[in-house]
């Protein structure tokens, strides 16, 4: 089972709700890049933290040989 089966989507009001749904028209190139540039900085945290969680989980698996 996935995580993505058990937890509710995110609310229409959270903040990557939000970040989607942002009218990117209103945006320079420079602050295209910006917000380029933080969210791939973003992607690489989370994927570091998903990374970790998943060692860990292996690590308890193995612990308790599932």
């Known amino acids: 089972m996935d995580i993505d089966d058990i937890l509710?989507?995110?609310r229409k009001d959270s903040?990557?709700?939000q970040l989607v749904a942002e009218d990117l028209?209103?945006?320079s190139v420079s602050e295209?890049?910006?917000r380029?540039?933080?969210l791939e900085g973003e992607?690489?945290?989370t994927q570091a933290k998903r990374d970790g969680a998943?060692?860990?989980r292996s690590a308890?698996?193995?612990l308790f040989k599932r």
């Open 8 to 10: 509710p989507p995110p």
């Open 15 to 17: 903040a990557l709700a």
């Open 25 to 27: 028209d209103r945006l």
């Open 32 to 34: 295209l890049d910006t």
């Open 36 to 38: 380029i540039a933080t």
């Open 43 to 45: 992607v690489a945290r």
């Open 54 to 56: 998943s060692k860990f």
């Open 60 to 62: 308890a698996d193995e």
